[in-house]
């Protein structure tokens, strides 16, 4: 397992008394790094996934009594896909408000709950990390200089998802992102907003595509596409909320990470 960046600083973090929030794309290691965060707590950590349903029913008497019962002897609490539970922010407020020692770690996909409704309870709570997907200083432990530029041409091409630097064939490779993109691309934006076309928003990335780097025309994008720049204003806006792409400047500029 490659050791990354997030890491040693997460691993400090929880000694103080907050919530840390860890966002970032699908599939780019959040879960991996908190079952090795969760290793050197052993048993004064507790895992709560948000996607399971018994998650839900245990935090949903918002009560100091109920919540001191669950984390008793506790010093670490993780939650992991923490936007499915229905007023995360206010249950874990009052968790780090009334529970001393206490950090709590929650996670998710997508910046729609975690940094809007879960943000606006815990003002002032808060550290926030994103994750990238593998960056060149984290593979660098683990390979020289040259086997660096021979493995250049490759990642430029297919990007640096943890799991598509374990894959050795170029169609197994393809067939990963494929994937990637057909089951989580816009599963976040689907699920939190009304989309209309859904291909709409895969054209307009393979256009960003294009002029990775570069400034962009809303207006231009819009023409091509056929829709308003409005339109294209919102669907830019969604796609960065869940770390698909990323803004740069007054002027929008746009990276478009690889998929």
């Given at each position: 397992?490659?050791?990354?960046?997030?890491f040693?600083?997460?691993?400090?973090?929880?000694?103080?008394?907050?919530?840390?929030?860890?966002?970032?794309?699908?599939?780019?290691g959040?879960?991996?790094?908190?079952?090795k965060?969760?290793?050197?707590?052993?048993?004064?950590?507790?895992?709560?996934?948000?996607e399971?349903?018994?998650?839900?029913?245990?935090?949903?008497?918002?009560?100091?009594?109920?919540?001191?019962?669950?984390?008793?002897g506790?010093?670490?609490?993780i939650?992991?896909?923490?936007q499915?539970?229905?007023?995360?922010g206010?249950?874990?407020?009052?968790?780090?408000?009334?529970?001393?020692?206490l950090?709590?770690?929650?996670?998710?996909?997508?910046?729609?709950?975690?940094?809007?409704?879960?943000?606006?309870?815990?003002?002032?709570?808060?550290?926030t990390?994103?994750?990238?997907?593998?960056?060149?200083m984290?593979?660098a432990?683990?390979?020289?200089t040259?086997?660096?530029?021979q493995?250049?041409?490759?990642?430029?091409?297919?990007?640096?998802y943890p799991?598509?630097?374990?894959?050795?064939?170029?169609?197994?490779?393809?067939?990963?992102?494929?994937e990637?993109?057909?089951?989580?691309?816009l599963?976040?934006?689907?699920?939190f907003?009304?989309?209309?076309?859904?291909?709409?928003?895969?054209d307009?990335?393979?256009?960003?595509?294009?002029?990775v780097g570069?400034?962009?025309s809303?207006?231009?994008?819009?023409?091509?596409?056929?829709?308003?720049?409005?339109?294209?204003?919102?669907?830019?806006?969604?796609?960065?909320?869940?770390?698909?792409i990323?803004?740069?400047?007054?002027?929008?500029?746009?990276?478009?990470?690889?998929?």
């Amino acid at each position: 397992m490659l050791n990354r960046a997030l890491f040693n600083k997460m691993l400090s973090d929880c000694s103080r008394q907050k919530v840390s929030l860890l966002v970032g794309a699908r599939r780019v290691g959040k879960t991996e790094l908190l079952l090795k965060i969760k290793e050197h707590f052993s048993t004064d950590c507790i895992w709560l996934n948000g996607e399971d349903e018994d998650t839900e029913l245990i935090l949903k008497e918002r009560t100091v009594a109920n919540y001191t019962r669950l984390l008793m002897g506790k010093k670490l609490l993780i939650i992991d896909e923490a936007q499915y539970i229905p007023d995360i922010g206010r249950k874990v407020k009052l968790m780090i408000d009334e529970i001393k020692p206490l950090h709590i770690i929650i996670t998710g996909s997508s910046s729609f709950d975690l940094q809007q409704t879960a943000g606006e309870p815990l003002v002032g709570r808060t550290l926030t990390n994103i994750m990238y997907p593998v960056a060149q200083m984290e593979l660098a432990a683990t390979e020289n200089t040259l086997q660096t530029k021979q493995n250049l041409a490759d990642r430029l091409i297919f990007g640096s998802y943890p799991e598509i630097l374990s894959i050795s064939s170029i169609m197994e490779k393809q067939q990963y992102l494929k994937e990637l993109v057909n089951t989580y691309l816009l599963k976040d934006i689907l699920a939190f907003e009304d989309i209309r076309n859904p291909q709409k928003m895969k054209d307009l990335l393979m256009l960003l595509a294009l002029q990775v780097g570069k400034e962009v025309s809303l207006e231009e994008l819009g023409r091509n596409l056929g829709i308003s720049k409005n339109t294209v204003e919102r669907y830019l806006d969604l796609l960065s909320k869940v770390f698909v792409i990323y803004k740069r400047g007054a002027i929008v500029k746009t990276f478009v990470r690889k998929l």
